[in-house]
């Protein structure tokens, strides 16, 4: 069994469906649901699924939410490592109007984690550290991350990433990123997020840019699937289209996907495929 060490954000994910406009002191009655989420999290529930033993190194408030979250880990079976910080747990209420999406997120306990949090202890026979690219954006949060990738590199881990949304990327600095992420031997990003990386606007052409920085990874299509790379070898796989679903959380279902499959000897069209089909259910599910 691979040994996976993520690090990164644990939210509660609100997801609220607004058929009409709502008009300033009134109220609509639709779809709520709240469930436990994160980019990070995401990705420690969907490779523990798969058979990988997952420690999640993080922070949550001291709050029911907070309960939830751990609670939550603890059933899928992942080994908690959080620390307990006054104040909240974060949240990311997204709100659908039709087709449209928006998001607001209150990072809360996330960025209470620190370098102090990472114990030398998380890493014995350690496979793979898997890093949510939100943690490049906090200060607290990147000193942390800059710890637990240099013990990765000690030990000969491999060191995974997936980026955060490209506007986000563009507000903290495109070199400062690409900087922060040097040492990712896997990295995986949408479309968007790799033509803001590299200045390609092709699949092809983005994906041999970023090959040249990082041996393995894998540029998500939507429901185009995914292109893969592993040095110069490349591969295309789609899966099955699931259609009027909230699409939160693939990416880093399919990265989970990707990186279990790797650690575990696939081959680089095995793993793809394995992933595009591992997000297909993430959101048959939500």
């Known amino acids: 069994m691979i040994r996976l060490l993520v690090v990164g954000d644990l939210n509660l994910d609100v ?3 607004e058929p009409m406009p709502t008009a300033c002191g009134q109220e609509t009655r639709s779809v709520v649901r709240a469930v436990p989420g994160g980019s990070a999290g995401t990705f420690a529930r969907v490779a523990t699924g798969l058979g990988a033993d997952v420690t ?4 949550v408030g001291n709050d029911a939410v907070g309960d939830v979250l751990v609670q939550d880990l603890s059933s899928h079976g992942i080994h908690p490592c959080l620390r307990r910080v006054d104040g909240p747990s974060g949240v990311v209420l997204a709100l659908h109007r039709g087709g449209d999406r928006s998001m607001i997120c209150s990072r809360g306990a996330n960025d209470a984690l620190d370098e102090e949090d990472v114990d030398p202890g998380l890493f014995e026979d350690l496979h793979c550290v898997h890093v949510s690219g939100y943690a490049f954006l906090s200060v607290p949060q990147a000193r942390a991350v800059a710890r ?3 013990f990765a590199r000690d030990i000969g881990a491999a060191i995974s990433v997936t980026a955060p949304p490209a506007n986000l990327i563009e507000s903290f600095g495109v070199e ?6 040097r040492d990712a031997g896997i990295l995986v990003l949408n479309h968007s997020e790799g033509r803001l990386l590299t200045g390609r606007t092709e699949a092809a052409a983005i994906v041999d840019a970023l090959a040249a920085s990082h041996a393995a990874g894998a540029l998500t299509l939507g429901s185009d699937g995914a292109l893969a790379w592993r040095n ?3 591969s295309q796989a789609r899966s099955s289209a699931i259609l009027d679903v909230d699409p939160t959380g693939a990416g880093d ?3 989970a996907g990707f990186v279990v499959s790797l650690q575990n000897g696939e081959t680089l069209s095995v793993a793809n495929r394995i992933a595009c089909e591992t997000a297909r259910k993430h959101l048959a599910v939500r």
């Not at 999640?56 to 922070?59: I, N, Q």
């Open 15 to 17: 997801r609220a469906e």
């Open 56 to 59: 999640f190194l993080g922070a």
């Open 148 to 150: 637990a990738i240099a």
């Open 176 to 181: 400062l990123f690409r900087q922060a992420v």
């Open 232 to 234: 110069e070898e490349r």
């Open 253 to 255: 279902a399919y990265a």
